[in-house]
DNA sequence: GGCTGATTATCAGTACTACTGACGATCAGT
DNA sequence: ACTGATCGTCAGTAGTACTGATAATCAGCC
């Protein structure tokens, strides 16, 4: 490019920082999930479900950090696309249970490879050491311990 | 917190990461600019005006990654705060000269410090080291010399 | 047992952001 | 003068996130 010398100051702050670098990690996670027929946001749904197994749709929701008036939406996506059941909870009829199908954790699996993928090529730029430290700052910063 | 020990796959994707940090940065700039009544989006552009000294619509948007069309209103909101103003270009009369006012040097002046702050907060997790590398691995990523 | 308050999933409406497509005005090259 | 490109602007769209309200259900209490 031409004007190399002009490196303004708005391009070292943290919040343009993030926010494109924010950018770009969904637009390769979102190339990477286009042939599973997945949004980026509903890859970790899938996860959580795997790992407990089946969750109320508020209990998903507050782990994931997303609103719950937000996941029904999501949890319709995923069950129109046959990835994910609501059944009725057993003892408490307010809740739904929702799990994993077979379908689901196929999909669930092979989009997480290509999920890897995408943060390798995300991470080219950086050598494994900077890599590593990347992730774990990150996950210093965006829940810092006395965050209210 | 009650379950360390279930630290779901989820919570280390740099996708997760990336946006859960993107926003609480976001929202510690929005209280640190709040008093001086500006939005974090607004800062970058402050910040471009002062270094060009003048410049066109277009140029400050293309340099800052904004869609041209987006900042139309973005400057109509800074110019209705007396912070940035208008003029017609001297010999191209299609483009607006868009140059800061005094208040508007006055007061990315003093947001600059307030967001420096802000800064400092979301980093304080860190030590000045992990600090400066996370800067330049964010800087790395969010524009490899191979993106398109 | 029946009442009260809290909880769950859902929906409607709102706000913000980012973008596409179109438009009039203007410029540059021929 | 004509053609094509550029600049600022606006309308419309899509995605996301949230608030507020609702019906159904549960749990505690008298």
Redesign the interface.
Not at 8 to 21: D, E, N
Not at 122 to 126: Q, S
């Given at each position: 490019m031409a004007n190399d010398e002009?490196d303004?100051?708005?391009?070292?702050?943290?919040?343009?920082?993030?926010?494109?670098?924010?950018l770009?990690?969904?637009e390769l996670?979102a190339q990477a999930l286009r042939p599973y027929g997945i949004a980026?946001r509903e890859?970790?749904i899938l996860?959580?479900l795997d790992?407990l197994g089946a969750a109320s749709q508020q209990e998903a929701a507050t782990?994931?950090?997303v609103d719950r008036t937000s996941m029904v939406a999501l949890l319709d996506a995923l069950e129109d696309k046959g990835l994910v059941s609501r059944r009725p909870h057993a003892t408490d009829r307010r809740r739904n249970v929702v799990v994993l199908t077979e379908s689901g954790a196929d999909i669930m699996a092979r989009a997480?490879r290509a999920?890897d993928a995408a943060?390798r090529e995300?991470?080219?730029?950086?050598d494994a050491d900077?890599?590593n430290?990347?992730?774990r700052?990150?996950?210093?910063?965006?829940?810092?311990?006395d965050?209210d």
């Open positions: 002009v303004g100051r708005w391009r070292t702050r943290l919040g343009y920082l993030l926010k494109h670098a924010q770009r990690m969904a996670n980026a890859l970790p996860f959580i790992e782990r994931l950090g997480a999920s943060e995300f991470l080219a730029p950086l900077d890599a430290r990347l992730r700052a990150l996950g210093a910063v965006a829940h810092p311990p965050a």
